[in-house]
């Protein structure tokens, strides 16, 4: 079973529109982020929550929307899409509620959703 | 933005050694150094993570420097499925990890 999925795996659509991207992890962990990457394979982190509550939110447009119903699913949402928002998306998860167990717990990424605005 | 300094890429052999190198000048104490290496078309993927001493584990080995401000992670023995981007971000926790655009090591046959 895929630990971290996320859907869809290709996203195409036209400037202006709004979507989603879904994000489930299976690992039981307390913590979930999203993450961009760029053309020149920069990853830098989004937003992060923590038992459905965000606790890391990095300077991105307040035309996404993270929305967490439970600790196993993180969605993004992007309204009013832009060219510059093309790029990969990740799903990350791990345990991050603090102490050695956060120290030493990997964070487990899906395999992304390219979004292509145009 | 990023706070590790990697090289762009590398080179090397198959069947051989490969040291990557990383700079963490501004780690603090409590900070640990973890890798992540991304394949294409996939997510990034734990490689090791360690704070002070040397670590090593069935994936690689992972050299820190007494000071700290710089690491290195060893592939005993380069195959073609290492190629991948590798990344070195530090952090005090998972959910703080900033990654950079880390080094693409390509491995020839």
């Known amino acids: 079973d895929t630990a971290v999925s996320q859907t869809p795996k290709y996203l195409v659509t036209q400037m202006g529109n709004d979507k989603s991207i879904k994000c489930e992890q299976n690992l039981g962990h307390d913590t979930m982020y999203w993450y961009k990457q760029d053309s020149k394979k920069f990853l830098k982190i989004m937003f992060s929550?923590?038992?459905?509550?965000?606790?890391i939110n990095e300077t991105v447009p307040n035309r996404f929307s993270p929305k967490s119903p439970d600790k196993a699913h993180l969605n993004l949402h992007i309204n009013s899409l832009e060219l510059g928002d093309s790029a990969v998306y990740f799903c990350?998860?791990?345990?991050?509620?603090?102490?050695?167990?956060?120290?030493?717990?990997?964070?487990?990424f899906g395999n992304g959703t390219r979004l292509t605005v145009t | 933005d990023a706070k590790t300094t990697q090289p762009n890429s590398m080179e090397s052999n198959e069947e051989e050694p490969v040291h990557l190198p990383c700079n963490h000048s501004?780690?603090?104490?409590?900070?640990?150094i973890h890798w992540y290496r991304q394949l294409p078309s996939q997510g990034p993927e734990y490689v090791i993570h360690g704070l002070t001493s040397n670590v090593n584990n069935r994936m690689a080995s992972l050299a820190i420097a007494e000071d700290r401000k710089s690491s290195t992670l060893i592939l005993h023995r380069a195959t073609l499925r290492d190629a991948a981007v590798y990344y070195c971000p530090f952090s005090g926790s998972a959910r703080q990890l900033t990654f950079g655009s880390g080094t693409q090591l390509t491995v020839l046959p």
């Open positions: 501004t780690i603090s104490g409590t900070d640990y």
């Open positions: 929550y923590n038992n459905k509550e965000l606790i």
């Open positions: 990350a998860s791990s345990y991050g509620g603090g102490g050695v167990k956060s120290y030493n717990s990997p964070l487990h």
